[in-house]
């Protein structure tokens, strides 16, 4: 027996359930593509604004400028803050060091990645007081470049930075932090080229 045509309440709900369907893929789509922007989003979020203790760059020929004030010493503690969809393992090498301003100082990261999975990451840095964010400055920082890691395999990162010496003197603490992103994940078998998979020694 064939079937009869749909009615027009029937045509109806069909309809509106086809345009939900749509409206569904095209959120999972914008979500897909926010979270691949999130990170140069947040970084200019917080350059326009000054949010999270964003701190700035700085070259080698002004770094050679600065005098390092002798007379005083600040204290640096190193953390990283856990990012439920990067599973990546990242720990400061040192969590605390007392610097001159004006110093130039270099500090270590072990990231690991404990997945099966070529894992390509960003890093974002923040720092409190936020009266201190303008007088720390990096001369090569983790977030400067995007860091491929193959499986079960780590790599040790070095932020080189300076306090500068115009740090207000009420700061006498400083707490500098790196929270991790995805940027891109393939399989073992995906990928192309040895060199994704070296680990410098």
């Not at 593509?33 to 020929?61: E, R």
């Not at 090569?140 to 470049?145: A, D, P, R």
């Not at 115009?166 to 992103?181: E, Q």
Request: charged share 15%.
């Amino acid at each position: 027996m064939a079937s009869s045509a749909p009615t027009p309440s029937r045509r109806s709900k069909m309809g509106s359930h086809f345009k939900l369907v749509l409206v569904l893929v095209a959120v999972i789509a914008g979500m897909t593509g926010f979270g691949y922007a999130l990170v140069p989003l947040y970084n200019i979020v917080c350059k326009l604004t000054g949010l999270n203790g964003k701190t700035g760059g700085i070259n080698q020929k002004a770094v050679a400028a600065i005098k390092i004030d002798k007379h005083r010493l600040v204290e640096v503690q190193f953390f990283t803050y856990e990012n439920q969809q990067m599973p990546w393992k990242a720990t400061p090498m040192v969590q605390k060091v007392w610097v001159h301003p004006g110093q130039l100082m270099s500090e270590s990261y072990r990231i690991e990645n404990p997945t099966n999975d070529v894992i390509t990451g960003q890093a974002v840095d923040s720092l409190i007081p936020d009266d201190a964010a303008y007088y720390f400055k990096k001369l090569y920082c983790l977030c400067f470049k995007h860091h491929t890691i193959g499986p079960h395999q780590s790599k040790i990162l070095t932020l080189e930075y300076i306090v500068m010496p115009g740090l207000p003197k009420f700061v006498h603490r400083i707490y500098f932090s790196y929270t991790f992103f995805e940027v891109s994940k393939h399989p073992l078998e995906a990928a192309a080229t040895p060199q994704t998979l070296r680990v410098p020694g």
